[in-house]
Each structure stands twice: as C-alpha cells, then as structure tokens.
C-alpha cells in the first residue's frame, strides 16, 4: 500500500519549452502532496505544498508563476515547469500524505523524475 | 547551518560488515524522527519512523535510535549487503502535526562493496 507513481520518469527538453510531471497516489487519497528539487549531492528541497482544491503554497525563493502547481483531484498533482532553462534541469520527486494515517504524518515518496533543459 | 546534520557524508563498507550512521539535529521539538533510504535516482523509501517518546525501532537489518536529550539519532545497518548501497536520510518533522514542514538531513551516502 502507500504507492506515489510519478510521469514521466525522466524527459529531455528544449530550453523555452514547458514541462508537465504528474505525481499520483495509487492506493490512497492524498489530501497533500508536496513537491521536491533535487540537485546532485544535495538533499531534498522543499518547492511546495499542495492542498487537494486549494492553491499550493510555495517556498521561498521558489517562483509561482515558473513552477505551476495543480491538485485538482485527491489522487492527483501536476508540477509544470514553464519556459524550462537549464538551470531547471534536476531530480523532481513529489511525496503525498494522508490525513487518515495521521499519526506518524508519513510522506510517501515517488520515484522521482529527472528532467534535463538543453 | 542546516538544523539536521548527518554524518559521515560517505562511507565505504565490505559487504557483510556493520556500520552506524549518525544524525545530529537542533530542530526541538519535533514530532518524529524519520529515516529513509535513497537509491540513486529514485525517490526516497521510509526505513524507520520515530516519536520523540521513542528511543528504538527496527525494520529488519536496520535499527534506528534517538537519544532526544544529546538530540541525536542513529541508524545502524547489521550484516550490510550490497543493496544497501544507497543514500540514507534523517528527517525532522516539526509539530504539531508535523507533516507540512520537514527538515531534511545532508545524508549519507553508503557504498557496500564484496
């Protein structure tokens, strides 16, 4: 169970163009999902928060209007990365959360997906 | 200075050998205590979850400890193998339900070698 599945694993783009990943929760509802950057060596950091119908709430220094967040659906967040540079090129994971199992609070990784800007 | 410090950056181990990784944190209080495992490229998979009233827990070959008052926990790897190559996570998460703000360690990055 807790399964994140994350689409696609990797992409190679085009500098200028846009990118969409989506991030799903198979065998549970995720009430929030959260999504990560990681560059080599380096931890995870934290991008942004997302609430199932709620605008996401962004860390700072993360520019809104270049990472575009959407959680339309309890199984289902997209992270699109507009006007791609690259200097976006990194590891994108998103994690998600169920209130239900609140106990521990637990975050359920994806597999991550590797984007590279030409 | 990153409130979750993590050490050693890197360790080289024969396979069937032991080894402890540690994790030293100044965010207080926190709700739990997590470790995970990372394989290269692919997202990380919890290992151990702990409260702060918790000093133990296990998950097979791995056993994790907190010691709140020194504010450091470890994780230990018992007859390692080479799967266990990978890097390895501490996690704080804050209260009071913790969830939404984690603060991720610097990790550990294990190589198992035969």
């Known amino acids: 169970g807790a399964v994140v599945s994350q689409h696609p694993s990797w992409v190679i783009c085009k500098s200028g163009t846009s990118v969409k990943i989506e991030c799903r929760s198979l065998?549970?509802?995720?009430?929030?999902m959260f999504w990560y950057r990681q560059f080599p060596k380096q931890s995870l950091m934290l991008m942004a928060t997302?609430?199932?119908?709620?605008?996401?709430?962004?860390e700072q220094g993360v520019e809104k209007d270049k990472f575009l967040i959407n959680h339309a659906s309890l199984t289902l967040s997209t992270l699109t990365v507009t006007s791609a540079h690259p200097e976006d090129s990194s590891f994108y994971i998103c994690?998600?959360?169920?209130?239900?199992?609140?106990?521990?609070?637990?975050?359920?990784f994806g597999p991550g997906t590797r984007l590279t800007v030409l | 200075k990153n409130q979750v410090e993590q050490s050693p950056q890197s360790l080289i181990i024969l396979e069937g050998k032991n080894c402890t990784l540690q994790?030293?944190?100044?965010?207080?209080?926190?709700?739990?205590l997590r470790w995970y495992k990372q394989d290269t490229g692919r997202g990380p998979v919890s290992l151990t979850i702990?409260?702060?009233?918790?000093n133990t827990k296990s998950n097979g070959r791995y056993t994790a400890t907190l010691d709140a008052d020194t504010k450091q926990s470890s994780l230990h790897i018992t007859a390692s193998q080479l799967s266990d190559s990978a890097s390895y996570i501490c996690?704080?998460?804050?209260?009071?339900?913790?969830?939404?703000?984690?603060?991720f360690g610097t990790g550990t990055k294990l190589q198992v070698i035969p």
């Open positions: 994690s998600a959360s169920e209130i239900a199992g609140v106990s521990y609070n637990e975050q359920f």
């Open positions: 065998d549970f509802q995720a009430t929030t």
């Open positions: 997302s609430n199932e119908g709620s605008k996401a709430t962004y």
């Open positions: 994790c030293n944190y100044t965010v207080s209080p926190f709700s739990n």
């Open positions: 702990m409260t702060f009233s918790e």
């Open positions: 996690v704080v998460s804050l209260p009071p339900g913790g969830y939404q703000k984690v603060t």
